[in-house]
């Protein structure tokens, strides 16, 4: 059995000793150290810091695990650092499976693991926010900083260069496939610490690169690469629409055979694909194509990254996202433009981002080569085919019309190609900035606040004129917190602040002190079925208290652009509509629409709050309010997480969605005091929680428990399913709940339709008749979906698998006569993951 790598590298070796175990460690696993790796792994061992900057399939990781089992031999503590929580959580679980889970913690912000234990695996926030709060006397002896290239990224620069500056005492090991020129970077970090800086690069790839430029069809040149058995191929596209489009059209080749099917069939075993980009998914895996991007389940980006690791895909279609650090396995890797969208306009890409993508070919320990093929531009395709076409005929060739670029087209030609491949990485550009939170990290550290503050603004990498613009800023946000008397100085001139910061200031959502106190503003006793009480003074709010503060929460999380770009869109689409009605004229409704956005509960109340707020506790004003409603439409409509994608046409951010409900569930948990949770709220909030656990359960689950991944490869690629639903008894009575009230909510709205959709063998049209006979309406305000509304008949559940249900309808004239009546199917809810219910009468008693 081979020995660990904790008693390879034992506590207190010597030098020597830590690199022999390691080297042997290593050899045990069959893994011989790159001449690079050896010289790093030694370097790191005699305590220098290390500048790594070696291609994509050198084995940066294995270096890194060196760093930390020798911080652990000697007693310290070392951070692993990433850009993206992804990346981090797979790190984590990889040393975990090395080191133990007693050695190995990790800190995302919103996620907490074992945060005392002698390694950590964190976002470069988290680091730069603990170096500024304990300065030179953190607890960090070792820092390995992966994807070191973000140094240069202009909003997230400042995290990477932050530790460099204020951890004098740490050791470090930089990391990158595409650095550039780091002279400047090694020559500071030299002095500021007296240590040796090893700069590694320049180093030859085990499996090296070609590089070819095409101008035959994206088609055809992955059918070329499939039959000259240069798979799998990854398609590099710059949007999701685009990497979907060519997963279609590709899905009209044979990219496998019967055989390879069949695998892939085996493989994927009783996965659920439940949503619909699921199914399309389904169809193309099984084709042998995958597609990846970050607008994915992370389920289904695992299933594709996984059924990839093993083979089984021959082609992927997906974003330049792979190129951050995640592991699948490429032959090839095929880019179809030299041009992206950078913010603002289309630009060319940078050396750098077309080496961090061409890095991701060539698969060390399976290919001897990579493969990088660039397609030309569409118009260059066409001229290529058209000569073709001419052949050698000198009178056919001399008619053939050159399309040219279309106007405003980003071009690029063979030219573009040569010089990217050619060209070193541009070198690193600092980015420093100061906010008001920063700067109560660096007060709140005690000492020489001044002589702090000052060598963070004018000792760092930042030119001559930054600095004076950075001092100038510092200045500005000190008098700030004076005038709000969040700082004071003291008679003997120290300088300090004059509120309590909880720990994890500014780690986590750094609105959560603005929502506490906006929270505190609403009034619990307006229950969303209960009736509405004169509010004490000083309350505000719609009357929903658990409804208002979920749109609390929401207001300080960041925005699902995709999400509040739909909702405007229909809003807009129904304004235009009763606009129309109403005989409007064109250029009025133009003028009107402006107006109109995606829905903003509590709008007033919050930006006024968030100025009372902001005159005590001015370092909010570094972060914007953003009111908006997603977890709350949800709940209102009764909709389930597949109705919401399909109502908005989010098929292809259905990622993106669940990650922002996930990040609402965990913020309103860690937010909302005990004292101000109603049952109402704690019904909501078990609701979403079993919503995004259902879905996808590795974003609830998988931080909280310490599980190696690495399970057995034969086995089939299904990911662990989620609890059964019945079992949070809670929640799982919240979605019963919306299911009857979304049946009252398209019973207010007479939608006959929809209705008979859902139960095709109740006549509702018919009942719906009778009722608006006696009542001028169906009401569906808080009180209409109290739980009192609805009763609940177990007795003979047990015997019959089924809840015998009943929904009261919450009439004008308070009468609540008219009921329907259904059953909860059990065993298919548990099935399917949500509640199953079936209508059964709809009557008046």
């Known amino acids: 059995m081979p020995v660990s790598l904790i008693d390879a590298v034992p506590s207190g070796a010597e030098a020597d000793a830590m690199y022999l175990g390691f080297v042997e460690w290593a050899a045990d696993r069959e893994l011989t150290l790159y001449p690079a790796q050896d010289e790093a792994v030694i370097e790191i061992v005699s305590g220098s810091h290390v500048i790594l900057s070696t291609p994509t399939g050198t084995g940066k990781s294995l270096v890194a695990v060196a760093a930390h089992a020798a911080a652990l031999a000697h007693g310290g503590r070392s951070y692993y650092t990433a850009p993206i929580k992804a990346l981090v959580s797979e790190k984590f679980f990889a040393l975990v499976d090395i080191f133990g889970a007693a050695n190995v913690g990790m800190v995302t912000g919103d996620s907490s693991v074992n945060p005392d234990a002698p390694i950590i695996c964190c976002t470069a926030e988290i680091l730069a926010n603990l170096a500024l709060r304990q300065g030179p006397d953190a607890a960090v002896d070792q820092v390995v900083m992966d994807e070191f290239h973000y140094y240069g990224d202009s909003d997230r620069g400042w995290a990477w260069q932050v530790p460099l500056l204020l951890l004098p005492r740490a050791q470090f090991i930089l990391m990158s496939a595409t650095l550039g020129d780091v002279t400047p970077i090694a020559e500071d970090l030299e002095r500021r610490t007296g240590r040796p800086v090893a700069r590694i690069t320049g180093v030859e790839r085990p499996v090296p690169l070609h590089f070819s430029y095409a101008r035959t069809p994206v088609h055809e040149t992955v059918e070329d690469l499939l039959q000259s058995g240069q798979s799998p191929v990854y398609v590099v596209h710059f949007s999701q629409a685009a990497a979907m489009e060519r997963a279609q059209a590709l899905s009209s080749i044979r990219v496998v055979s019967r055989e390879q099917r069949d695998a892939i069939a085996e493989a994927i075993g009783g996965f659920r694909f439940t949503t619909a980009f699921g199914r399309t998914l389904s169809r193309y895996v099984r084709a042998g194509i995958g597609v990846h991007h970050a607008g994915m389940l992370p389920r289904y980006r695992r299933l594709v990254e996984t059924l990839a690791q093993r083979g089984l895909l021959r082609v992927i279609c997906g974003t330049d996202t792979l190129g951050v650090g995640i592991n699948v396995p490429i032959r090839t890797v095929l880019i179809t433009a030299l041009a992206k969208y950078g913010g603002q306009r289309m630009r060319q890409l940078s050396a750098r981002e077309f080496h961090q993508i061409a890095g991701r070919a060539g698969r060390a320990g399976y290919d001897t080569a990579g493969t990088v093929v660039v397609m030309a531009p569409d118009h260059e395709i066409e001229n290529a085919a058209a000569v073709a076409k001419a052949g050698d005929d000198a009178k056919k060739l001399k008619k053939v019309v050159r399309k040219k670029a279309p106007q405003g087209f980003v071009n690029w030609s063979e030219a573009t190609f040569d010089r990217l491949v050619d060209a070193e990485p541009e070198p690193l550009v600092p980015?420093?900035?100061?906010?008001?939170?920063?700067?109560?990290?660096?007060?709140?550290?005690?000492?020489?606040?001044?002589?702090?503050?000052?060598?963070?603004?004018?000792?760092?990498?930042?030119?001559?004129?930054?600095?004076?613009?950075?001092?100038?800023?510092?200045?500005?946000?000190?008098?700030?917190?004076?005038?709000?008397?969040?700082?004071?100085?003291?008679?003997?001139?120290?300088?300090?602040?004059?509120?309590?910061?909880?720990?994890?200031?500014?780690?986590?959502?750094?609105?959560?002190?603005?929502?506490?106190?906006?929270?505190?503003?609403?009034?619990?006793?307006?229950?969303?079925?209960?009736?509405?009480?004169?509010?004490?003074?000083?309350?505000?709010?719609?009357?929903?208290?658990?409804?208002?503060?979920?749109?609390?929460?929401?207001?300080?999380?960041?925005?699902?652009?995709?999400?509040?770009?739909?909702?405007?869109?229909?809003?807009?689409?129904?304004?235009?509509?009763?606009?129309?009605?109403?005989?409007?004229e064109y250029d009025e409704r133009m003028e009107l629409l402006e107006g109109v956005t995606y829905p903003k509960p509590l709008e007033e109340l919050l930006a006024q709050s968030y100025e009372v707020f902001a005159s005590s506790q001015p370092w909010v004003r570094d972060f914007e309010?953003?009111?908006?409603?997603?977890?709350?439409?949800?709940?209102?409509?009764?909709?389930?997480?597949?109705?919401?994608?399909?109502?908005?046409?989010?098929?292809?951010?259905?990622?993106?969605?669940?990650?922002?409900?996930?990040?609402?569930?965990?913020?309103?948990?860690?937010?909302?005091?005990?004292?101000?949770?109603?049952?109402?709220?704690?019904?909501?909030?078990?609701?979403?929680?079993?919503?995004?656990?259902?879905?996808?359960?590795?974003?609830?689950?998988?931080?909280?428990?310490?599980?190696?991944?690495?399970?057995?490869?034969?086995?089939?690629?299904?990911?662990?399913?989620?609890?059964?639903?019945?079992?949070?008894?809670?929640?799982?009575?919240?979605?019963?709940?919306?299911?009857?009230?979304?049946?009252?909510?398209?019973?207010a709205l007479q939608r006959d339709d929809d209705l008979v959709a859902l139960d095709p063998d109740i006549d509702w049209p018919t009942a719906l008749d009778a009722y608006f006979d006696e009542h001028d309406e169906l009401l569906t305000g808080g009180p209409a979906r109290s739980p009192r509304l609805v009763a609940i008949d177990e007795t003979d559940a047990a015997a019959s698998g089924l809840w015998r249900v009943e929904q009261t309808i919450d009439d004008p004239d308070g009468n609540h006569d008219w009921r329907i009546r259904a059953v909860v199917d059990l065993a298919e809810s548990e099935e399917l993951g949500t509640a199953v219910v079936r209508v059964t009468e709809v009557l008046r008693l």
């Open 431 to 584: 980015q420093l900035q100061l906010t008001a939170a920063m700067l109560i990290n660096v007060i709140a550290r005690g000492g020489d606040v001044f002589e702090n503050v000052r060598a963070l603004v004018t000792d760092n990498h930042e030119p001559r004129a930054r600095q004076f613009e950075l001092t100038r800023r510092a200045i500005a946000i000190f008098r700030t917190l004076r005038t709000a008397e969040v700082v004071e100085i003291a008679a003997d001139g120290a300088i300090r602040l004059t509120v309590d910061l909880q720990p994890n200031f500014a780690l986590n959502q750094p609105l959560s002190p603005f929502a506490l106190a906006a929270i505190g503003l609403l009034d619990p006793a307006t229950e969303l079925g209960g009736g509405q009480p004169d509010a004490p003074s000083g309350s505000a709010g719609t009357g929903h208290y658990a409804l208002d503060v979920v749109s609390v929460i929401e207001s300080t999380l960041d925005d699902p652009r995709p999400v509040l770009s739909q909702q405007q869109f229909l809003a807009r689409g129904e304004a235009v509509a009763a606009m129309k009605r109403e005989g409007i």
């Open 625 to 747: 309010l953003s009111p908006k409603s997603v977890v709350r439409d949800m709940f209102e409509r009764a909709f389930s997480f597949a109705e919401l994608i399909q109502h908005y046409q989010l098929a292809r951010s259905e990622g993106l969605v669940l990650r922002y409900l996930s990040d609402a569930f965990r913020a309103i948990r860690q937010t909302v005091p005990t004292e101000a949770q109603t049952s109402d709220l704690l019904d909501l909030v078990a609701w979403l929680g079993e919503l995004v656990r259902q879905v996808d359960s590795s974003l609830v689950d998988e931080w909280e428990a310490l599980i190696n991944p690495a399970a057995d490869p034969t086995a089939p690629v299904v990911p662990p399913a989620p609890p059964s639903v019945l079992t949070n008894r809670r929640a799982f009575l919240v979605l019963v709940r919306n299911e009857l009230f979304r049946r009252v909510q398209l019973a």
